[in-house]
């Protein structure tokens, strides 16, 4: 494996003459005309603060693995790619930057809804049923232990924050912000989506616990958007040597959060540096996750 050198770190983009329409957690975004540009940078948040340390490849992994979901997955719900590749016209100064790690999208209305999937008990659903016995409301059975598979997948949507944590709502809250029917809509693809890539990905060697999705409408469509099952939207454990009882290895950015709650951070700004080691062995991680789920490596992809 390759490893990029340093000045392929892009942690923040800058693009002129193009409009600049808002820096994310992870993604630039800027206007093109009736499209939208967002790039993923090589920007980590973790616990809801963005870290000062960059994790080399982060961007490509998520917009490549992002492609390939989105595009294996479209029967279910469309997406909001147009594009990912051949940046013409206002881009084409910018092409080299963009390449593998940008998506020119249709815009939609967002829906101010995190759609969270869970199929493990884990992170914060472990806590929650250790103190009520459900998970964001949601009963569970007694004596379920940790990274437990529950008996069925369930959906715990929560708020979207720009910045700060997201809030976990109830199914009724949903229903509240954007009517039942688009709720149940919001669920039922939800749910799907996850079941599908799931078995996919098991077949593969990785277990998907738990995952979030966001959704737009452009008129009355429904248009899945944003990300696609990337290792910062989800937790991916390796199927073999999975063990219930304890926290799992993974292939995601939960190998960044075991080590900031060792390193004895507050989880409140501003994030230490991540060491060498760890800024290594999270790259891999990605990089590995999208080798298994796609079945070539990234670099193969660019």
């Given at each position: 494996?390759q490893t990029p050198q340093l000045n ?39 616990f809801d603060v963005v870290l000062p ?130 709720a149940e809509r919001l669920r039922d ?114």
């Open positions: 494996m392929s770190v892009i942690r923040e983009t800058n693009f002129p003459g193009l409009v600049l329409r808002g820096r994310g957690k992870v993604r630039d975004i800027y206007e093109v005309g009736d499209q939208l540009l967002i790039v993923a940078t090589d920007r980590l948040s973790a340390t960059p994790i080399p490849d982060k961007g490509r992994v998520l917009t490549q693995l992002s492609l390939f979901w989105f595009e294996k997955l479209r029967g279910i719900v469309p997406h909001h790619v147009v594009t990912a590749k051949n940046f013409d016209g206002p881009l084409a100064p910018f092409a080299q930057d963009l390449a593998g790690r940008a998506m020119l999208v249709r815009k939609t209305n967002p829906i101010q809804v995190e759609c969270v999937v869970r199929g493990y008990l884990v992170g914060s659903g472990w806590k929650d049923y250790q103190k009520t016995g459900a998970v964001c409301g949601i009963p569970l059975p007694k004596g379920l232990r940790e990274s437990d598979k529950l008996p069925a997948p369930i959906f715990t949507p929560s708020t979207k924050a720009t910045s700060g944590h997201d809030e976990n709502i109830s199914f009724e809250e949903v229903c509240k912000l954007t009517g039942r029917a688009l693809v939800s749910m799907e989506i996850y079941l599908r890539a799931s078995e996919y990905a098991a077949e593969r060697g990785i277990i998907i616990a738990d995952t979030k999705f966001e959704f737009g409408l452009d008129g009355e469509e429904l248009v899945w958007i944003d990300e696609a099952l990337t290792p910062d939207s989800s937790r991916f454990w390796p199927a073999a040597g999975y063990e219930p009882g304890r926290a799992q290895p993974s292939f995601d950015k939960q190998f960044v959060r075991d080590y900031l709650e060792r390193c004895g951070w507050s989880k409140q700004p501003p994030a230490p540096e991540l060491p060498a080691d760890v800024v290594a062995g999270t790259q891999g991680k990605y990089r590995e996750a999208y080798r298994r789920l796609v079945g070539r490596d990234l670099d193969e992809a660019i």
